[in-house]
């Protein structure tokens, strides 16, 4: 997949040559193609914003340095998709990172300063925020947006991490991770986890899953997908987490067990 990112600061793009971004690029599965348009701009002072019409302080990306850097890009080699990064964008989530990901190309206008020119608008199929609150541009959110989605990249991710990503979870958080020591700092390795006993184990795993969504995060309950099973472990959680029993209502779509009807079985 490739990202192409038009911003006035290319040097903030450096993390994308490390990790797992820097050995997806060089296995080839990532590129990455930095355009400062500030190259693009018109004046000989290459002045890329300027004082807002109707008065008032700050200044103003123009307009006119985006279109020429957009339009002077390689024609795409497939679906390209252009995104526009701003704080009044729609939040950035998962699953926008697994729709952009269907792409070949993401295109990431990144603004600075105070604002942009409305017309700048234009260029964007999507303009996108990554949360409620207020970033010096928009560099920092247009890594976090690459980040995402260039590990939902065939190939990007491991085998295993690739697996444990897309089937464990379902939307709900993770459940706690352990390795030696079995004591540490006077906290002890939960005991299932050194038993052996792998079915044990991924009901303690599903169980914890749960047990911290509805804790910590259970406006992301409705969303997430139950699996068989869970309505055992959720009336266990109810029994000892007091959230748990009063998000009820939330979870009593998690398939219940079938109820026998009374004087016989359902043939009869
Ligand atoms: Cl995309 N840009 C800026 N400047 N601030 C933000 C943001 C973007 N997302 C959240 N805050």
């Not at 820097?22 to 348009?37: I, S």
């Not at 079915?199 to 997430?224: C, G, H, M, N, Y």
Request: some cysteine; proline content about 7%.
């Amino acid at each position: 997949m490739k990202f192409t990112i038009l911003t006035l600061f290319p040097e903030m793009f450096a993390p994308l040559d490390c990790s797992i971004l820097k050995r997806g690029r060089d296995e080839g599965l990532l590129v990455f193609d930095l355009v400062n348009f500030r190259d693009f701009a018109l004046s000989r002072h290459k002045n890329v914003d300027d004082t807002p019409y109707g008065g008032g302080g700050g200044m103003v990306l123009k307009p006119e340095p985006l279109y020429a850097a957009l339009a002077a890009l390689p024609p795409p080699a497939g679906a390209r998709r252009v995104a526009l990064l701003t704080p009044q964008g729609a939040l950035f989530s998962q699953s926008r990172a697994a729709a952009l990901a269907a792409y070949d190309e993401l295109v990431l206008i990144c603004g600075h300063y105070e604002g942009f020119d409305e017309r700048i608008r234009a260029l964007a199929d999507e303009e996108i925020s990554i949360g409620d609150y207020v970033l010096t541009g928009g560099e920092p959110a247009a890594l976090v947006v690459i980040d995402a989605v260039a590990r939902l990249t065939p190939g990007v991710l491991g085998q295993e991490d690739a697996a444990r990503t897309d089937s464990h979870a379902g939307g709900f958080l993770e459940h706690p991770h352990y390795t030696r020591p079995p004591l540490f700092a006077g906290q002890r390795v939960p005991e299932v986890l050194l038993s052996g006993d792998h079915a044990a184990i991924e009901r303690w795993r599903r169980k914890e899953s749960l047990r911290r969504t509805f804790l910590r995060r259970p406006d992301l309950v409705p969303e997430a997908v139950w699996r068989e099973g869970d309505y055992a472990i959720l009336e266990e959680l109810a029994a000892e987490e007091e959230t748990v029993r009063l998000c009820r209502p939330l979870w009593a779509g998690a398939a219940p067990p079938a109820r026998r009807r009374k004087g016989g079985d359902r043939h009869g």
